[in-house]
């Protein structure tokens, strides 16, 4: 289990993202992130070898050639 | 027969003849509207005599012999996250309160050129953020067959309209289930087609790489026929695929005879009794219409919800992150704790859920060789009271006199995990009604199909609708 305190949420929020947030807040945040984290960690389980992020060339080619195009 | 009783291939057909008027259509909708939405708080926005300008031009334009198409003439209802020109578009926020975006989304914009009466702006859970529709802002969405239960969501609004018969069809958005899951607990179809299908430009998005729009319609015909229109590619949405749009009507009254369906096993737990004797009766017969049913199983689809969780997190906090800095108590307590819970989601995380994410699309393909569609049920349960259901990390307000586990429903468990699967893995998957449980309340199942085969799906839905027969109608 990822040990996320609140107390490491708050600075994170502070630090980071320019955002105060609740002790109580920050508690809730905590459970809920560090519980997404270590969940995240047995995806790692998984045969992921060989596998890329299905981010793709063609999508980023696509998009930047939306950006340059005269809106339709 | 009325014409709040026709579904829109009805009301197209007499429109089409001219034997009635969109006129007329669109005055029975508003009306019902303005005496039963009180009650159901489905729409935001009701922009009345705007649909009646666009019902007599499109009864101008058909008397003339200038049809259109299915939708000329037909009111439709708009999920609030579609852009609408000049028309307040909120989002179901306080944040968007005051917008009015100057272009139409896409999909909105293929109907209004087939000639579509907007009847208005549906509510939605706030920022399609989350399952119940129970908005602190434009208020509590209300599900038709017992007001004091939600209708799902995040399109709560758009299912709830198609069964309060305040319009005939609805477009709704899906993340994580928000077309699916108001469809199955309203009693209703929902559509979310393959990912990238359906153009998402000019749709306030939550998760860019999961976000869907599609039909919540009263009948499979009509999602069929909605899709035929909003379906293709879009030259402002990179992502929106350039595989041709077939007439996905063509095969709706095929049948299933020797078509295989296969009963996903990792969704088939912890269902109600309810749902459980209703998802084998719909098994059965679909069997007894000629389909072979049996069992398949992707492994890897309970960690589907983990990435989908993973990545709306990161994603829908990368859109919200410059509000969250000015304007945070501008949301609602439980979308702000969700958007919260995104700042500490490491990068690492989001990129191993995007790998994961492959996985499980191949594991979903895998298991769909031999077989045309997929089959799970809508949800574990029906609706839930409003107030009752709790997201991770939400925070309601619950009655004192009860104890939370008395009231409490764990959404993942019992809803969002039949799903969220088909966000991740972006392939076609419909919510249709299977009958009313012993509380009186919609059930529902899920036909999924393989990328693209939006056809497949809707033509075994068809086949089981049709066996199904008619459900009754709330009493509202």
Known sequence: MAQLSGETVKNLAREIFDYEITDHDARSVASVAGAMLTLSRQLGALPLSGIGPAFGFANLNAEAARLNAKKV | MEILDLDVAALA?????????????TKAYLDRIARVDEKIHAYITVTADDALAAAKIAAAEITA????????GIPVGLKDLLYTKGVLTTAGSKILAEFRPDFDATAWARLKAQGAVMLGK?????????ITSSNPHWGICRNPYALDRIPGGSSGGSAAAIVARTAPATIGTDTGGSIRIPASLCGCVGLKPTWSRVSRYGVVPLAYTMDHVGPITRTVRDAALMLNVIAGHDPNDSTSSREPVPDYTANLRAGVKGMR???IRELMDGLSADVAKSFQGAMRQLTDLGATVDE??????????????IATFTEALEYHDEWMRTRPNDYGADVRRLLESGMAITGVAYVRAQRARTKVLADALAAMERHDVLAAPGSAITAPKVGASRLVGEGEERPRAATRADIEVDAVDKILRFTAPFDCTGQPALAIPTGLGSDGLPLSMQIIGRPFDEAAVLQVSAAYEEARGAIAAPSI
């Not at chain 2, 012999?65 to 000329?72: K, P």
């Open chain 2, 13 to 25: 057909e007499r429109l089409r003849s001219k034997k009635i008027s969109p006129v007329e259509v």
């Open chain 2, 65 to 72: 012999g200038n049809w259109r198409g299915t939708f000329h």
């Open chain 2, 296 to 309: 398949v199983t992707i492994p890897t689809l309970p960690t589907a919800n983990v990435i989908n969780s």
């Open chain 2, 261 to 263: 369906i296969g009963v």
């Open chain 2, 122 to 130: 549906l509510n939605l859970h706030e920022f399609a953020y989350g």
